[in-house]
């Protein structure tokens, strides 16, 4: 990410020290993680300390400080889907990637993450590609799922 | 659009839509719910492309609309003006359902609703079971507008409340009118929204603010986003009359980053109010000036908690505070801040236009209104439900919710998920109000109905809450961080059939200060699930003590 977009972003929010949230998010969103040197510029910028910085960007589960791969899996595992069956789909997922929760695989095409509710109970269980929902899926589904993410 | 600048001008527009409506255009209204749509779009372009190659462009709207409730017979299409609803449909039924129903005003049979016991067939949303029995008071326009044009809004009487408010009424008086029609936060605590306007607007301070709050993230909960992605400028419209009555000029909406339609649904809301003068200085001549500004939760469950929520604006970590002031005293920069719920500002616009009397005439002695529910776990019919307060939750878990799947049978109601409690199968016939299902041990929360079959074990259930928690408990305070650790400990032995004598006891003595000495709600709750089940399925948890191993 080159300084100008961040400076772009900060821009947007008009350089507010109480907007780092919301920057730091926008920077999740495009780039998929925070670097340090992103962080530092951040914290140049808008007047906060990196410490502070860092106490929000660990604290929010959204923020990650490490590379993220090329497709997102999202396992929702939920009290809904996770009554109806979550834990095997997120054990099949494991199983073909090879990664735990919160891990990216080697060749950074895959990034793993088990989360709370997704507001999609009727759907469950379910796991979420990139923003798209798979919904009402056995573990026999879930190879074919990723097949298109290969 | 110009600016509107007085409750005349906003009639004349008003009426201007309206004339230029014509209400037999045909219109498929598509649910662009999360749980219909599932995050793609294919659907709505199939209907576009249909009415295109089909020669209807112009003469057929397409409207991507909030959810219709009826979530699990997903993605839900209405056909306009005959109200014809279409359930499961596919991408590839949009040429049929174009042919046969907007060109050939003929009911396409198949995609048509069929009560899986009798067989029944069901066309309108009047006959469908499902939404019978529902009072849908605020659910019930998300089918009949765009949430995108605030035109729709404007054409179904919308901030006709607001200019009320303004115009005919004090601050002082819509405050009345709010304690008057007993407005309880549906947030969670049940707590009297008029008593927290009051403290707000009786604390002393220049600047105020008022909150919304949409993080809904108790699992199992998705009724606010339902309505908020639907129609939010009803919430809009509830949030500036609520500054007008606490003397706030600065409000916030704090809502989920994870969900691109709602997000843009508000964003597109809040433009188009600024311009209509909504919003902004000086609304519609009135000299009240009102602005809201959007902060995103950004993934913990904690920052839906009032203080940490106000810290998170703040652009702090979300981590809660002691509440020796309340919030509603020092909140936000250590301001007045009122902060209440979705659906508690939802429920305003039509307190103050249809006045606290026909208010006070839903519901019970101690809950009024209605209540939206969202239905989860093993139910056949999960969706979002509203139904008035004094509802039988036997009415809404059998008559609406089609009752359990695969003939099991219905062992516990849940509500209010890690934080909440459950009620036992036999106690199925109580109604549904903040007071009665308090004492019970299942307060209703945010109002996630969560239900559990004969097959589930109340000792896993009870584990599976705490390992949420311990993963959200910010860890600020140690009788959340340490408490919660050491519940689960004990919860997970006894899971595995590992109890041992004590331990129910250990766990009671850990609940007990827990609930006493945390910060927030978070740890202070999390004793909740764990009474209820000694209270009702105690044989469960001794057990998994004696028996090594909990077979329920």
Redesign the interface.
Known sequence: MDNKRIDEIISKYDG???????V??DI?HENHWLPREVLEKVSEKLG?SLS?IL??AT?????SLKPQGQHEIHVCT???C???GSAKILEKVQDLIGINPGETTSDFRFSLEKG?????????PEM?VD?????NITPDDVEDILKNYR | MARINSVKELEKVRKGIISKRDPNKPCVAICGGIGCLGGRDNLIHAFEREIKDQNLEGQVDVRVTGCHGFCAQGPNIVIYPEEICYVKVQPEDASEIVKQTLIGKKVVERLVYADPNTGEKAVYQSEIPYYRKQMRNLLGTNPKIDPKSIDDYLAINGYSSLAKALFKMTPEQVLEEIKKANLRGRGGGGFPAGLKWETARNAPAEIKYVICNGHEGEPGAYMDRAIFQGNPHLIIEGLIIGGYAIGAKQGFIYTRHDMPRLRENIDIALKAAYNYGFLGTNILGSGFDFDIEVHLDVGIFVSGEASALMRSIEGKAPEPRPKYTRTAVKGIWERPSNLNNVETWANVPQIIGKGADWYLGIGTEGSKGTKMISLSGNIVNSGVVEVPFGTSLKEIVYDIGGGIPNGKKLKAIHFGAAMGGSLPAELIDTPLDFDVMSKLGAAIGAGGLFVMDEDTNMVNMNKFFLDFLANESCGKCAPCREGIRQMLRILTRMSKGEGREGDIEALEELCEVGSLASLCALGKTTSSPIYSALRYFKKEYEASIKEKGCNA
Request: charged share 10%.
């Open positions: 507010k020290p109480n907007s780092v949230i919301m730091l998010m999740q906060v502070e106490h929000i604290f929010y589960k959204t923020f939920g009290t809904s996770h009554q109806r709370s509710c997704l507001g999609c109970c009727t759907l469950g979420v923003g798209i929902h798979h919904s």
